[in-house]
């Protein structure tokens, strides 16, 4: 609608101008790509290139497989000759020749070599203040494979997403098309890390290259599915969450102090259980004046592992004497639980 009310033209004869809405390696066909074409005309024999991706057009089908000689502004065709596979989203340009053509990809390449360089190699004050406060940062080191350009795009960004101040992904990889040797190989150079194949499956050679090197593939076909994976294997990478489990309470009744054994409060439980080697807060109106262990409980003379609600006992708290009558005594334990992205 806003097209037709602002009355938008595209120039028919001008160079062509497209975007790749999607890029994959094809058995037999090498890199295709699906353009959607914005300005000029793109024909079949044109030279083009698209990020790193260069080369001349060898045929253009459109959805149903139907062979075409060209393809004007707004329509959408499956291109075939590129050198390699160009990222969705890239912007195709038609140029005169095929030096020119490769002359811009190899710039492109070039940049992206720098830019690449640059991040591990130079550090700014900001990045490094991060990095201090980060600390103990972990990350696991992943390389990504996919199907299509578009499905790898959605998983690196849905991975980038799972991190916080203790851990994160590291994607020191990633590619459309099968799983290669090289990959076994920087995975196998990379402490720790995992392959992850999506519509793709390693092949005899490359499986048993991976078996051999004791490195992980693991392969989906539901993002979903490839995402909970990857947040399993990180929750198990981050420190235990530890809450606290209310076992009892006790209140003291009466302070008998034993010769070379110290002070003896005798106390009659109030609310669950009294467990000896249970961890016990001292509180004295309303405040925890003391934080220990229990080393004795006793039920008259006998030694008992824990005193139920309702009955007396005696408590004796680890190296710990200034107990007083009033005093409460609330057991616990702390329990280790895993925690979760």
């Given at each position: 609608l806003q097209a037709e009310i602002l009355e938008l033209k595209a120039n028919a004869k001008a160079n062509a101008k497209?975007?790749?809405?999607?890029?994959?390696?094809?058995?037999?066909?090498?890199?295709?790509?699906t353009v959607i074409v914005e300005n000029g005309t793109?024909?079949?024999?044109?030279?083009?290139?698209?990020?790193?991706?260069?080369?001349?057009?060898?045929?253009?089908?459109?959805?149903?497989?139907?062979?075409?000689k060209e393809i004007k502004p707004g329509e959408c065709g499956v291109i075939m000759g590129l050198s390699e596979i160009p990222e969705a989203g890239e912007t195709l340009i038609s140029v005169k020749t095929d030096k020119?053509?490769?002359?811009?990809?190899?710039?492109?390449?070039?940049?992206?070599?720098?830019?690449?360089?640059?991040k591990t190699t130079k550090v700014s004050l900001e990045e490094l203040s991060e990095k201090i406060a980060?600390?103990?940062?972990?990350?696991?080191?992943?390389?990504?494979k996919a199907d299509v350009g578009g499905s790898l795009e959605a998983i690196k960004a849905s991975l980038e997403k799972l991190r916080n101040d203790e851990i994160k992904v590291?994607?020191?990889?990633?590619?459309?098309?099968?799983?290669?040797?090289?990959?076994?190989?920087?995975?196998?150079?990379?402490e720790n890390s995992v392959i992850l194949g999506f519509n793709i499956r390693p092949t005899g050679e490359v499986k048993e290259k991976a078996k051999e090197s004791g490195v992980e593939i693991k392969t989906y076909n539901v993002i979903y599915n490839l995402i909970d994976d990857v947040k399993a294997i990180l929750s198990g990478l981050m420190s235990?969450?530890?809450?606290?489990?209310?076992?009892g309470q006790a209140q003291v009744r009466q302070v008998i102090n034993v010769p070379k054994v110290g002070a003896i409060a005798g106390c009659m439980v109030t609310e669950g259980t009294i467990n000896r080697g249970a961890k016990i807060r001292l509180i004295r109106n309303g405040v925890v004046v003391h934080e220990g262990t229990v080393s004795s409980l006793k039920r008259f003379k006998d030694d008992v592992?824990?005193?139920?609600?309702?009955?007396?006992c005696g408590v004796g708290i680890d190296g710990y004497n200034d107990i007083r009558e009033g005093d409460y005594i609330e057991s616990f334990k702390e329990v280790e639980e895993q925690a979760s992205l």
């Open positions: 497209a975007a790749i809405v999607e890029s994959s390696q094809q058995k037999g066909r090498g890199p295709v790509a793109l024909k079949v024999g044109d030279i083009v290139v698209a990020g790193v991706a260069y080369g001349k057009i060898r045929s253009i089908t459109d959805d149903q497989g139907k062979i075409l020119e053509a490769r002359e811009y990809a190899q710039k492109k390449a070039e940049y992206l070599r720098q830019k690449e360089l640059s980060e600390g103990e940062l972990k990350s696991l080191p992943v390389i990504v590291n994607i020191i990889h990633s590619g459309v098309g099968g799983i290669t040797q090289s990959d076994v190989e920087l995975a196998r150079a990379s235990p969450v530890i809450h606290e489990e209310q076992l592992r824990e005193v139920a609600r309702g009955f007396e």
